[in-house]
C-alpha cells in the first residue's frame, strides 16, 4: 500500500483525538517551551559575545568550533545512549546543559571579555541548543506512533514556537533587574523544568503510550559511534541528512543575504535590531499558523509528503522572485517564508519519519543528523559564500543556488518518505 492511500485509509481514526492523547500532548507542547524557552532566554547574551569577538567576519569560524564541539560530543553521547535507558540517559543530557550554563554565567556577565571566552560562550550556548532540541524529537519519536505524530507533532511545536517567542521577550524584561548571571540561572532552571516534564510524559507512555514498554526500559547497546555509521549506511538516514544540509544551503544563504542589506542599507545598531526583530516576529506568526492550521491538515489528510512538499514549492516561488526582482522588501520575506515553512510544516513532518525507524536510528544517527550535519552545512555555506563572492556571485547568482537546493529538497523528500515506508520498525 503506497503512502497517500495507507494516509487516507486512516484519516477518519487520525482525525481523533483522545483524552490521553490531548493530555500527552500538552505536557510534550509545555515540554517544548521550556527547552526553547532556556535557549532564546540566552540567544541575546550569546549574539552579543558573538559580536564582541569580531561579528560576522569571525561567524563562519564560530560555526566551525561549533561542528568540531559537536562531532567531540557526538560520540559521549552515543555511548550514554548505549549504555542505559532514556529515563536515565535524557537527565543526564539535560543536567549536563543545566550545570554548564551556570558556570559559563560568569563568562558571559563580563562587559569585557577576552575573544577566546567569548568564542567559548558562543560554540557552548549553540552546541546546547542543537542537542536539547535533538533529543527532544528523539524522545517524541521514541513515545508517539506515526499515526499520533501525525495529528500531534504540529500542535506540539506551538509550544516551542511560543517558548521562541517568551524567551527573549523575558530576556529584554528582566536583564536589567537580574543581570546576565540573573538570565543563565533563569535559563538553567526552565531546562530543569523541562526535564521534569520530560519525566511527566514518560510516565504516561509507561502507562498509556502505544509502544512496548519494556523496550523504553532497556538500553540500546551497539557502538558509540553507531550513529555517524548509520547515517552513511542507512538510505533513509542518508536521505535525512542530505535534506538537513540542503536546508542549511537555503537558510544560510538568505541569512547572509538579510545581513547585507541590513549592514548596507540601515545605519543604527537600532534600526538592524528592528529590522531582524521584525523577520523573527512575522516568521514566528507564520510558523504558529502552520503548525496549529495546515501541517495538522495536510499530515493527517495526505501524508508527511504533502507538507515536505508545500515548503519546497513555496521556497522555490520566492527564491525565484530574489533573483529575478532583488531586493530588501522581497529578501526578507523570503526569509520569513523559508524559516516558518521549516519549523511549522517540514519540522512536523520530518520529525513523524523517525517515527518508523529503530530506536537506536532515532536517537543516535537522528542526534547525529541534528547536530553534527546541521552545523557542518552551516560551516561549508557560510565559506562558500565567500568563495563565490570572491569571484564576482552576487544575490541573482545566489538565489539561483538556493532555489535548485530547493528542488532537490523535494526529490530528496520523496526519497526519505518513501524508504521511511519500507523501513518502519519492527518494534
Not at 534600526?271 to 495536510?298: C, H, K, M, S, W
Request: hydrophobic share 55%; aromatic share 12%; net charge positive.
Amino acid at each position: 500500500m503506497t503512502q497517500p492511500q495507507q494516509a487516507q485509509e486512516s484519516a477518519t481514526t487520525a482525525y481523533t483525538v483522545t483524552a490521553r492523547d490531548l493530555q500527552a500532548t500538552v505536557i510534550a507542547a509545555v515540554y517544548f517551551f521550556f527547552v526553547l524557552g532556556s535557549y532564546y532566554i540566552v540567544r541575546p547574551v550569546r549574539e552579543q559575545l558573538g559580536a564582541a569577538a569580531g561579528g560576522s567576519d569571525v561567524l563562519p569560524w564560530l560555526w566551525t568550533g561549533t561542528f568540531i564541539a559537536t562531532v567531540v560530543l557526538t560520540p559521549f553521547y552515543g555511548a550514554i545512549v548505549a549504555r542505559f535507558p532514556r529515563r536515565i540517559f535524557i537527565p543526564i543530557a539535560y543536567a549536563f546543559f543545566a550545570i554548564g550554563m551556570i558556570a559559563f554565567s560568569t563568562i558571559a556577565s563580563s562587559e569585557h571579555p577576552a575573544t577566546w571566552m567569548a568564542v567559548a560562550f558562543y560554540i557552548w550556548v549553540s552546541v546546547f541548543n542543537l542537542f536539547v532540541v535533538a533529543v527532544f524529537w528523539s524522545f517524541m519519536a521514541d513515545i508517539f506512533t506515526d499515526e499520533q505524530a501525525r495529528r500531534l507533532f504540529g500542535p506540539i511545536g506551538i509550544g516551542g514556537t511560543l517558548g521562541a517567542i517568551a524567551g527573549p521577550a523575558a530576556a529584554k524584561l528582566l536583564v536589567g533587574d537580574i543581570g546576565v548571571i540573573g538570565l543563565m540561572w533563569l535559563s538553567s532552571g526552565a531546562l530543569v523544568l523541562a526535564l521534569g516534564c520530560m519525566l511527566l510524559l514518560s510516565r504516561w507512555a509507561k502507562r498509556h503510550g502505544r509502544r512496548d514498554a519494556a523496550i523504553a526500559e532497556r538500553p540500546m547497546g551497539g557502538g558509540w559511534w553507531a550513529g555517524a555509521k548509520a547515517v552513511w549506511a542507512d538510505p533513509f538516514m542518508r536521505s535525512m541528512a542530505i535534506l538537513m544540509l540542503l536546508a542549511d544551503v537555503i537558510g544560510t544563504m538568505l541569512y547572509a543575504l538579510n545581513s547585507d542589506i541590513a549592514r548596507d542599507t540601515l545605519t543604527t545598531a537600532v534600526q538592524r535590531t528592528e529590522y531582524f526583530a521584525g523577520i523573527d516576529f512575522a516568521a514566528n506568526l507564520l510558523t504558529f499558523v502552520y503548525q496549529i492550521a495546515i501541517a495538522p491538515l495536510l499530515l493527517v489528510r495526505f501524508g508527511p509528503l504533502a507538507a515536505m512538499l508545500l515548503h519546497c514549492a513555496l521556497n522555490v516561488i520566492v527564491l525565484s522572485l530574489v533573483g529575478l526582482v532583488p531586493g530588501a522588501e522581497i529578501t526578507m520575506i523570503a526569509m520569513v517564508l523559508s524559516r516558518a515553512g521549516a519549523y511549522g510544516l517540514l519540522q512536523p513532518a520530518r520529525e513523524g519519519l523517525y517515527t518508523r525507524v529503530p530506536r537506536e536510528l532515532r536517537y543516535k544517527a537522528k542526534a547525529f543528523i541534528d547536530t553534527a550535519v546541521w552545523r557542518a552545512g552551516d560551516v561549508l555555506t557560510s565559506f562558500g559564500m565567500n568563495g563565490l563572492r570572491a569571484v564576482g556571485f552576487g544575490v541573482p547568482a545566489f538565489a539561483a543556488m538556493a532555489v535548485l537546493a530547493s528542488a532537490a529538497s523535494a526529490l530528496f523528500s520523496w526519497h526519505a518518505v518513501r524508504y521511511a515506508d519500507a523501513h518502519r520498525s519492527n518494534e
